[in-house]
């Protein structure tokens, strides 16, 4: 088989960097703490770079609507066409990061991103029709692709399996880092140009290229092309599943290991239709909460717009909170951790439901906020759990995959699904949907529980092994 076979079609500048010479330990000793930190901020920084030219169609949306440029439902397709082709690319290029140089990967995806929203607020014809402008945000989101996988790949040879929930968490907040600064950057730049819409789109591009040229400094690919140990030899914690042996990786084509590691593995498919819902969990609620406080309890546009940005704040310190939950009082038994999140779920949203008409406003805000407090956790938790669970080779994959289903089926379900059920059958019918939703979610996470306790087993087995060989040296 030729190495570009191996290599999944990545482009010999883009690969994977091989082992380095092996330094000494007192280098060892010196030199992995900092770099950890490092990558760390590599990865965050360039991951909330992401998030200043993701979709940035929502900030300008009513002065596009009020200027006559586009209608709603215009507004909507192109926002779609950014979400589908994210949640395909997410796969995609995963499997391609997979095999190539996080530290290029990385920013490479987001200055193309970037200068694709400077291109848009810059030349009209992108912008010139709906089609032109959908396509072009299409490309956008394929760009966008490339920010997750390689920020797993770092995640999963950087940071050990006892440790990873609390540091993915910490990372995972890049993105609410990201969501707050496009907010600022686009707000600067629209105060500055006479409220044109374009600005909206290449000043936040700008400041991503510079963060991309930063995610470049900082980012390393693996330990081992430091010329470093493996984490799990550093940290003296094994991984709950082995890396594909270099023999299997020489001896088949990328998409048979995929297919045999990934998409036909049962607990990576478990975790994919777990993500289904608890996407369409974390949308169902946030999109349409405006519209539920309006209708049923006669709140002002404020209010609903107040419970969308409690939702969005109170999941910052859900992640976090739930990232340190599964490392210290699970064990890194994540799905011990999803199952109480999502038991939490489930019943703040049949509160926000069963509360009688001229509840205070403060107590529907709270009820919103503990659910946003509790979905970012599970969010977080299923690209973790699939790291976790599937050979460091093609961890991204896994993560990617599970991406592409909550992505493209989840967030269909949450926008022209629920919209659906909310128009034809009313909100009584909307959150029995919701609540069955939940209900699938914990099912399919106590499937993949199981096999995590096997894991986690085999896990234990060979930390004690490694315990025993390093005292007896």
């Known amino acids: 088989m030729s190495s570009q076979s191996r290599s999944g079609g990545v482009p010999t500048f883009l690969r994977a960097l091989p082992p380095a010479p ?48 586009l209608d709603t439902v215009a507004i909507g397709i192109i926002g779609n066409a950014v979400f589908v082709s994210y949640g395909l690319s997410k796969f995609f290029m995963a ?10 990967f990385m920013p ?28 072009v945000m299409f490309i956008n989101g394929w760009f966008q692709g490339m920010g997750w996988p390689p920020s797993g790949r770092v995640l999963v040879h950087w940071f050990s399996t ?36 374009q600005s909206a789109f290449w000043f936040p591009g700008i400041i991503s290229l510079i963060v991309a040229a930063i995610a470049f400094v900082l980012i390393r690919d693996t330990p081992e092309s430091q010329g470093l140990p493996p984490i799990e030899e550093y940290r003296n914690d094994p991984a709950k599943t082995e890396a594909i042996d270099e023999s299997e990786l020489a001896g088949q084509s990328v998409w048979s290991i995929v297919w045999r590691h990934v998409l036909s593995n049962r607990t990576m498919l478990f975790l994919a239709l ?15 909460t405006p519209v539920y406080l309006h209708d049923l309890h006669h709140a002002d546009l404020n209010a609903g717009i107040a419970g969308f940005s409690f939702f969005e704040i109170t999941g910052i310190v859900g992640t976090l909170l739930c990232g340190w939950v599964s490392d210290h009082l699970f064990r890194g038994y994540r799905t011990g951790t999803g199952v109480l999140f999502l038991s939490g779920v489930g019943i703040f949203i049949a509160a926000y ?10 107590v529907l805000m709270v009820i919103v906020a503990m659910i946003g407090g509790l979905i970012y956790g599970p969010v977080m938790l299923i690209g973790l759990q699939a790291i976790d669970m599937a050979p460091r080779n093609v961890a ?25 059920i909310i128009k034809h059958y009313g909100w009584n019918a909307t959150f029995i949907f919701l609540i069955i939703c939940t209900v699938l979610a914990v099912a399919l996470l106590l499937g993949v529980g199981k096999d995590e306790k096997r894991l986690m087993e085999s896990h234990a087995a060979a930390h004690r092994d490694a315990q025993l060989r390093q005292e007896q040296k």
């Open 353 to 362: 439901w069963l509360v009688p008409t001229g509840t205070p406003i403060w």
């Open 274 to 288: 777990a993500n289904v819902f608890i996407y369409t969990l974390r949308y169902g609620v946030l999109s349409w």
């Open 396 to 420: 991204g994959t896994a993560a990617g995959y599970t991406g592409l289903m909550g992505y493209v089926i989840g967030a269909t379900l949450a926008s022209t699904g629920v919209g659906w």
């Open 95 to 104: 499997t391609l990061s997979d095999r190539a140089n996080a530290r290029l």
């Open 22 to 69: 092996r330094l000494n330990a007192e280098e060892i000793t010196r030199k992995y703490p900092f770099l950890r930190f490092q990558v760390f901020m590599g990865i965050f920084l360039g991951y909330a770079g992401f998030y200043l030219v993701r979709n940035n169609i929502s900030l300008v949306s009513a002065l596009l609507k009020s200027e006559g440029i």
């Open 108 to 135: 490479i995806g987001l200055a193309l991103s970037g200068l694709t929203n400077i291109l848009l607020g810059t030349l009209p014809a992108l912008s010139a029709t709906v089609t032109i402008f959908a396509l």
């Open 162 to 197: 006892s440790e990873r929930g609390s540091k993915t968490a910490i990372w995972n907040c890049a993105h609410n880092v990201g969501g707050a600064g496009v907010g600022i950057a686009a707000a600067w730049a629209l105060s500055f140009s006479s409220n044109q819409w």
